[in-house]
């Protein structure tokens, strides 16, 4: 089937939105979708000048936040664009994007669907980046939701999270609303066997946790610092290791800490360092305040390692409490996950089942390969009930 994908930046390149939208468009096509790549998209001058002139006003003079991908200027412009690409693309069958921003405005009549980690309602307020916002982006931004829900035929989201919110807060109809998780950004997997070796060869005397995560606040980073000195101050000899961000730029870091900074996909060495880490490791522990989903616990799972997180935003649809990984609520302190850390390393058969199974979840729902080809199965059936509005 020909779809026309439709993205804002170029998804043909990884290093684009965490290579969500490269990975995506790869799982689409090995599930025999045929893509029509349209992006980057970008603006006019005058549109540029515009947009920047709004952010002065509300920034410096009205001192709110403003964001121009927010704005339905930018929004319609875009549709503008994508709906010239597609009058020279008569055999496209279907619509597609990762996002609502880019298609809410469209009129071409040929059925439109999009898979993306949340609604504008979910992320407003939610992320402190998102939090007093202008009154002018909140209305645009729920008005491209609205828009795009109401003409999608089929609205996937990647945790149940969001696919609540499409259905509660733009009230789009439970049968166009699905769910289907995102899979692991991880390129050549590591197989069965080497799963064994990695559980095998993690360490019996000390305890090793990973944390990877740019944004060291908001992914928990301090709680995670917390958690590894109260389980060596308790017996358990405990390493961290920080990767993504370097918290201790000046030093300082407590003997228990090494930090390897950020590890570039894009550079064969960072990625290899990343698949060494994700491998030696025994817990992934990132407890975000704020998280849409969090591809890096299914990174986690791909190579074994359960993951340790709060219970907030579309977590909970990767981590199944005491399957692969812990939930612990938001408000949960450091002595909680200490104590659940000490109890399952001490056990050592509990900790090889609990990393045998995040592999499992891996294998079975956490992966591209089986997203792409539910993903696939989705617009196909939608695309073929409802067909192109006349």
Known sequence: MKTAFV?????????????????IARSLERAGLDLEYIGPLGASPLTRVMLKAKGLWYNRIRHVRYFRAHDAIIARRYARLVDQQLAKR???????????????????????????????????????????????????????EQTALDRAVAAMFCSDWAAESARADYRTPADRVHVVPFGANVENA????????????????????????????????PLAVEVAEKLNAAGLPTELTIAGCNPYPDGGEPPFVSVEGFLSKSDPAGKQRLRTLLSEHHFLILPSQAECYGLVYCEANCFGMPCLARRTGGVPTIVRDGENGRLFAVETGAEAYATFIKNVFQDHERYERMARDSRRHFVERLNWDVAGQRAAEILRASTKQHPTRT
């Open 7 to 23: 993205t804002t930046y170029n998804a043909r390149d990884v290093q684009h939105w965490s290579g969500l939208g490269y990975f």
């Open 90 to 144: 008569p055999a496209v069958e279907v619509i597609f994007s990762p996002g609502v921003i880019p298609v809410a405005f469209l009129k071409d009549p040929r059925p439109l669907t999009m898979w993306s980690d949340a609604t504008h309602a979910r992320v407003f307020n939610y992320y402190s980046e998102y939090s007093g916002l202008c009154r002018e982006n909140k209305r645009d931004g729920n008005c491209m």
């Open 190 to 221: 590591p197989s069965a066997g080497d799963i064994e070796v990695f559980i095998r060869n993690r360490p019996a005397d000390r305890c090793r946790l990973l944390f990877i995560g740019v944004d060291w606040k908001r992914k928990g980073g």
